[in-house]
């Protein structure tokens, strides 16, 4: 659960600027904003919705923490299963209360309202199509959006931690390869290098840490090519130096990310319009009927617990990335 509501918050803070000439804000109509990333992986889905309008005679930071005027008191969030029409209502809970408070900023940190269901009362469908209705309490639907549901995901190749080894050292190649997902735009694949570290400061007791490594961003393909010596360089480049600290290596685990068509578009107008020709001024995606925000799927697969060949141990060790950093056997 904290996984989701932490890509709800990454979502929520990547909210593109509006351009000068948009009239995004009025005095007498509120606009919903609307993010949910429909995941089926996870154990509970998390709908975020908020509202966005101008007070002429208050200062929008002011409007901006008053819970009042962020969240809507009366409104009714439920999915739609469109091959059979079946609704859910999700249910509106205050992440605060678990734990999960907003960060500090503008917005109010407690109440911080979710809307929330268990997946397992949903069931999502891969490849079916999913709605989300957003309505006040007798009134019609303020907001509207559809997406794709990304259905399960699984790495073939390297699959089995028991009978398969990484050999993540030199010029070697590890191809890392999928079952492909056409309900998915692209994917993310991620390394987590975990080990262990003992040192004065821990008084010579092993403390459990890891490394996340992302390999390859954006892939429309069901394959990879990973280069030991790149894998390498990442730990060279990511730990400190130091001669009182002695380290361990424990395993290593594969992480797979697949992205809806819906946030794919988001994140990519983003980026289109970033760089040193740029002007800076990121062009506004929402694919939500009456509102703002983002509706889309997303999921993930992992496999772990691989080990490193003898050959790349060695490498860790002494190799001319990570010599100095008093890996161990």
Not at 45 to 64: G, M, N, P, T, Y
Not at 101 to 116: A, H, K, Q
Not at 268 to 281: F, M, P, R, W, Y
């Amino acid at each position: 659960m904290v996984k989701r509501l932490l890509i709800l918050a990454l979502v929520a803070v990547l909210v593109p600027a509006c351009s000068n000439d948009f009239e995004l804000f009025t005095d007498k109509e509120d606009i919903p904003v609307v993010y949910g990333l429909l995941t089926k992986s996870e154990d509970n889905q998390f709908v975020r919705l908020e509202r966005a309008f101008l007070d002429k005679d208050q200062s929008a930071r002011v409007i901006a923490g008053e819970p009042d005027s962020v969240f809507y008191d009366d409104a009714v969030v439920e999915l739609v299963h469109l091959p059979t029409g079946d609704r859910f209502e999700m249910e509106r809970i205050n992440a605060a209360d678990i734990g999960l408070p907003r960060d500090e900023g503008d917005f109010p940190t407690d109440p911080n309202f979710l809307y929330s269901i268990d997946s397992e009362v949903i069931n999502l469908i891969g490849g079916d199509t999913y709605g989300i209705e957003v309505s006040r309490e007798g009134d019609d639907i303020i907001a509207y959006s559809e997406a794709e549901i990304i259905g399960d995901l699984r790495i073939l190749t390297p699959s089995d931690p028991t009978i398969q080894r990484l050999n993540y050292q030199g010029s070697s190649s590890q191809r890392i390869r999928w079952r492909e997902a056409s309900e998915a735009e692209f994917f993310n694949v991620r390394i987590r290098f975990n080990y262990e570290e003992r040192s004065p400061a821990t008084e010579g007791e092993w403390v459990q840490n890891d490394l996340l490594w992302v390999a390859s961003n954006r892939v429309r393909s069901n394959t990879i090519t990973l280069i030991g010596d790149d894998f390498l360089q990442f730990i060279g480049n990511s730990l400190t130096e130091d001669p009182t600290i002695d380290r361990r290596f424990r395993s290593i685990d594969i992480r797979l990310d697949a992205v809806g068509s819906e946030l794919a578009a988001y994140i990519e107008v983003g980026l289109a319009n970033l760089g040193i020709t740029s002007s800076n001024e990121i062009p506004l995606y929402t694919n939500i009927d009456g509102g703002l925000g983002v509706f889309s799927s997303t999921n993930f697969t992992e496999v772990q617990g691989f080990n490193l060949t003898s050959n790349a141990i060695d490498s860790l060790v002494e190799g001319r990335f990570t010599e100095q950093l008093n890996f161990i056997r």
